[in-house]
């Protein structure tokens, strides 16, 4: 991976990548998410030790904003009960695409330490928007915090831009052979 | 280009109308997920409706579920940013029914760990009412220096945030090597800190306009709601939980009770109750200085504590000095392993509730900052 | 004072009303009264030069099995004594006076009492739910409470 890695490369004595445009978005898109903050319980709270001096999360380039119109991921840290849900659903729906979900520790994960008798807790909020990344904990360490963000990366990384639909039959039909082959 | 003419307002004919504001859930000045239906004529704040609720997580539910030794890990998630104080009433509350007396060597381990969570909790709640006002910097130096002491609480009981490391009659782990050495370079930092942050936001002449003067709370209406902690003696009551009624050995400790004096603004005032946290880490200090001199070097923690907890029928009521306030546990029995119920009487629920009271008359701003003042954790206030 | 002497007090002022005194002598001595004169007698804990019960630590409700329970932890700042009074009303009419004009403290937690066990509280302000939503069926701190399948087409149960 790295754009910037392949400027090395001999290419009439360097400076020239060559490469899809999509790689060029995705490399931009994955280096600068600006997340609309979720602080929700506990899990916040180590986001906020997260963002501050000592682990300084800003090094992914993100960018904390308050509304989710300016926002590429949201970010749910912490327990999603009955009477916040709804607003989760509206704040995710008010955000342009492309989007992205990190639900960050056990509560908003399946429910956490409340799935059992937690009679006003989301068991996860994946029942009510798609998540991208899960990280794990209770609450999770800020490490956790930055493979989460690694992960996301990746996934930007990856994605198609262009001709989506065409490539989405080219897999389909592609699949289809190799399931028939096999 | 025309001439500019200048259009002169009647402010005698023109009409004020009130309007709402909805604040939170979801906003960054809220401290967490409360929502705050604000009524203001201008920017005047003319009324208050609180709205909680949003992370009501069933505490009280899940604690007639459970057996006595699986509500700490619950209590932990109450107020998170004191998780070790949380677990001292309620641990306090069983040993006094089921008659434990612990070890010396536990009570001063439970000193030490309380008050290190005590100066972890006022730097988050310096640290963010510096935010609310402007101020960042701040900020970073208290998250710098708390994540030393978050280090040593995860040395002992493994994690950084929620301990579950109070037992009834004991601890879950003994203290480390050098674990002495680390409190006292924590005290150290922590005193260097403060001195800077005296200069650098305290007595800054922005802070002082900002939140002197602002959010004033009588000491009657204070006790007539009930209000506790730094938000009460920041109106001048001395009224201390580890000195009016001294559990554990905080009776064997010399501190002070910081109270808000009025050098600068009015008792009562943001202000004063902001400089009573400061003060209260240089206490937490001494107590911890203390502490490591007395406490005894040999002893097992774990020695009294039951296998299994079965409480008499009866109920008590537990309470002890939070970061925040009083914070009490009401344990009926009725001889099982399980509580019949419990109720959680959370600080912030009730510092919280004096909110629609203080912040009418100022402007819409300056809520924000009454409300950093009073150093809510919605976790405790919905619990 | 000690709690048998604030029972006296007490008995001496209300005569019937208060019920009984149960001393403990290991935790907290609580004194059982009469719904229908509380707030009388909380005006006088709270006003009495001899009592000064200015600070209502917490107002607790339970489920007694048929009845309802509420109970008052009160603490005087001035002489530094602590009293538990204890009423109880019947599931079928949960009315107790309210004493949010007494203890302005009072306000949330006799809704919060509402809100989880169903206890009305007669002449307070605004008795509406406060943690749970406004449009939310049951007392979840009842020990007859059924968890609900559903809540606005989201599943409760895991």
Partial sequence: ?182 | MGEIKRMDLEYSQLDSDRMRINVGPQHPSTHGVLRLEVEVDGEIVTEVVPHLGYLHRSFEKHCEKLNYQQIIPFIDRMDYISAMNNEWPYVMALEKMLDIKVPEKVEYIRVIVAELNRIANHQIAVATFGMDAGAFTPFLYYFRDREAIISILERLSGARLLYNYFRVGGMAADIYPGFKDDCLNVVKQVRKTNAEIMKLLIHNSIFIKRSANVGILTPEVAINYACSGPVLRGSGVAHDLRRDEPYSVYDRFDFEIPVGKGDVGVVGDCWNRNIVRVHEMEQSCRIIEQALAQMPETGDVKAMIPKRIKLPKGEVYMRTENPKGDLGFYIVSNGTDKPERMKARGTSFVNLSVIPEISKGYMFADLILILGSIDIVLGEVDR | MTAAEIFEKLGSEFGSAILSLTEEPATDSFITVDPAQLFDICHTLRDEESLLFDYMMSLSALDLGENLGVVYHLYSMTHRHKIVIKVSVSKENPVVPSVERIWRTADWHEREAYDLLGVKFDGHHNLIRILLPYDWEGYPLRKDYVTPDTYHDMKVPY
Avoid at chain 1, 59 to 88: C, H, L, N
Avoid at chain 1, 111 to 135: A, M, Q, S
Avoid at chain 1, 140 to 155: D, I, S, T, V, Y
């Fill in chain 1, 1 to 182: 991976m790295g754009l910037l890695n392949r400027l090395d490369d001999p290419y009439e004595g360097g400076g020239i990548v060559l490469g899809k445009v999509e790689e060029l978005l995705n490399w931009g898109r994955s280096k600068s998410d600006w997340y609309l903050h979720f602080g929700l319980a506990c899990c916040a709270i180590e986001f906020m030790a997260m963002n501050a001096s000592h682990f300084d999360f800003m090094r992914f380039g993100t960018i904390p904003r308050t509304s989710p119109r300016q926002a590429d991921f949201i970010m749910v840290t912490g327990t999603v009960t009955f009477k916040m849900a709804e607003r989760i659903k509206i704040l995710y729906e008010q955000m342009a695409e492309p989007k992205y979900v990190i639900s960050v520790g056990s509560c908003s994960n399946s429910g956490g330490p409340y799935w059992e008798h937690g009679y006003h807790v989301l068991k996860g909020v994946d029942r009510i928007i798609p998540v991208d990344v899960y990280i794990p904990g209770c609450p999770p360490r800020p490490e956790a915090f930055e493979e989460g963000m690694m992960q996301l990366q990746k996934k930007i990384n990856q994605q198609a831009i262009f001709n989506k639909r065409k490539r989405i039959e080219l897999e389909d039909s592609t699949k289809d052979e190799s399931n028939k082959e096999s």
